[in-house]
């Protein structure tokens, strides 16, 4: 069965970085990229990225552009998404995930999620 | 980007009863590349519906996904308990510019 297992939560002071894992297992990992959506206390969710496991291509949202990479380790089927020049308003539940099989790999939709990382930001 | 705006905020109704969830896009959505999801408190959202009304694997057939272009709905024919969660749009024909709505929330009247 397909599974993705985040690492655990984090605290950080504004200005730092943050790098969470998504190990995935259940599948050949190079098969499916990873996506990363972020949802930040009581609010909605937020598409951050995506990355090919294959060939490590990339797309990220306009407004992370800059302070968000993302990045795969196929020898241990894991995905990195590092996060730099943290903000409050990134404090927020990170998850990873990965399309339906038929689904359309950097976009959606998303039949496996991770559980989430919480990032706090705060000084 | 397009725009995901979802009606009511909160829906609040009781077991049995019929709910009809909405999601308007700022503009037309590629080929139907929509998708609904159920979040619970503390938990991962899970996907119910793709391509604007195909069921996902293990979804019970209570849950029903229609429209297209720019209006789209979530039906639940017939509530149960577990049903009462956040729900929410996302629109997938526009990579790499992905987009969800706001989130409606059920809740029990």
């Known amino acids: 069965q397909v599974q993705l297992v985040q690492s655990g939560a984090e605290v950080k002071k504004p200005g730092a970085s943050v790098k969470v894992s998504c190990k995935a297992s259940?599948?050949?990992?190079?098969?499916?990229?990873i996506s990363w959506v972020r949802q930040a206390p009581g609010q909605g969710l937020e598409w951050m990225g995506w990355?090919?496991?294959?060939?490590?291509?990339?797309n990220y949202a306009q407004k992370l552009q800059g302070r968000v990479t993302m990045t795969t380790d196929t020898s241990t089927s894991t995905a990195y998404m590092e996060l730099r020049s943290l903000r409050s308003d990134d404090t927020a539940v990170y998850y990873c995930?990965?399309?339906?099989?038929?689904?359309?790999?950097?976009?959606?939709?998303?039949?496996?999620w991770g559980q989430g990382t919480l990032v706090t930001v705060s000084s | 980007e397009i725009v995901l705006t979802q009606s009511p905020g909160t829906l609040s109704l009781s077991p049995g009863e019929r709910a009809t969830l909405s999601c308007r896009a700022s503009?037309?959505?590629?080929?139907?590349?929509l998708a609904w999801y159920q979040q619970k408190p503390g938990q991962a959202p899970r996907l119910l519906i793709y391509?604007?009304?195909s069921r996902a694997t293990g979804i019970p057939d209570r849950f029903s996904g229609s429209g297209s272009g720019t209006d789209f709905t979530l039906t639940i024919s017939r509530l149960e308990p577990e049903d009462f969660a956040v729900y929410y749009c996302?629109?997938?024909?526009?990579?790499?510019?992905?987009?969800f709505g706001q989130g409606t929330r059920l809740e029990i009247k």
């Open positions: 259940g599948y050949t990992f190079t098969s499916y990229g």
């Open positions: 996302q629109q997938y024909g526009s990579s790499p510019a992905i987009t």
């Open positions: 391509g604007a009304s």
């Open positions: 995930a990965r399309v339906k099989p038929g689904g359309y790999d950097s976009s959606g939709p998303y039949s496996y």
């Open positions: 990355i090919s496991a294959y060939n490590g291509n990339t």
């Open positions: 503009q037309s959505v590629s080929s139907s590349y």
